[in-house]
């Protein structure tokens, strides 16, 4: 892991929140529920789909919403990337009741949900059935969850990198034993809901990360986390385990943004 303001600080100083496809106001700025059973999934997208696949998503049926809020599921978010030269869908999401597979078993049978899976099926490579899901967690935070957003500057944040195959024991372990300085750097640069997932796609190990900024001024807390003398420290040792995407090795990045494509609350 590099900390999550500098990874992200150079999009957030252009004034584009990362992740976000349209308007960076949020939909979800309010103070975070802690303890929910977070999931994340991934899916290929089919190589001539990903506009289809886009505007599919951009156009949800209020029934599907409905259906999702009656399995108490919330912070649905998609991300779109390119990884590998391959397109994927990968869904961030969190549940709050007390029985997810029968939740889940439930609204899949319901006639409006086969239908919009159907849809989904058709522009993506494999079937629903088959998707990477619930992605392994190796890291999570809650960082600064009992702030109440600034709703003009809270923004959702989705990045992945590479992780170097002979260096997966060394990261686990970093961050199975996060440093307490770390971590109050991300509460205190007012970052909360931090989670590292971990994929292998195509015999390649691969790091997702989704995060949400909820402080009033993202430039002034990138550079207070990066100053953190505790964040270089702790960066010597992640940085030597990660393998960035051309495009962010390209700008001397270690995490590269993902674009966010639809979100329910």
């Not at 060394?170 to 300085?181: D, F, K, S, V």
């Given at each position: 892991m590099r900390a999550f303001p500098v990874i992200l600080s150079a999009i957030l100083l252009l004034g584009i929140p990362a992740g976000h496809a349209k308007s960076p106001s949020p939909t979800n700025s309010a103070r975070m529920v802690t303890g929910v059973q977070r999931h994340t999934r991934i899916d290929a997208i089919k190589g001539d789909q990903v506009e289809a696949c886009k505007k599919l998503l951009d156009t949800i049926p209020?029934?599907?919403a409905a259906l999702h809020h009656e399995a108490h599921i919330s912070n649905l978010t998609r991300f779109f990337k390119e990884i590998g030269g391959k397109p994927y869908l990968i869904t961030y999401f969190e549940y709050t009741g007390q029985d997810y597979a029968g939740d889940m078993a439930r609204i899949e049978a319901r006639e409006a949900m086969k239908s919009w899976r159907k849809s989904l099926d058709e522009v993506l490579s494999t079937p629903q059935d088959k998707a990477w899901e619930d992605v392994e967690e190796v890291f999570y935070t809650e960082g600064a969850a009992d702030e109440v957003p600034t709703p003009e500057k809270y923004a959702r944040i989705g990045m992945v990198t590479g992780l170097k195959p002979e260096k997966e024991a060394?990261?686990?372990?970093?961050?199975?034993?996060?440093?307490?300085?770390?971590?109050?750097g991300i509460k205190d640069c007012h970052y909360r809901n931090f989670t590292i997932r971990l994929a292998e796609l195509d015999d390649q190990l691969f790091l997702i990360g989704y995060l949400e900024y909820v402080g009033k001024?993202?430039?002034?807390?990138?550079?207070?986390g990066k100053a953190l003398p505790v964040n270089k420290r702790w960066w010597k040792f992640t940085d030597a385990c990660q393998q960035?995407?051309?495009a962010a090795a390209a700008k001397g990045e270690i995490w590269d943004g993902m674009e966010e494509i639809s979100h329910l609350d």
């Open positions: 209020a029934e599907v060394e990261y686990r372990t970093l961050h199975a034993t996060t440093w307490p300085g770390v971590l109050k001024d993202a430039a002034a807390d990138g550079a207070a960035p995407l051309p």
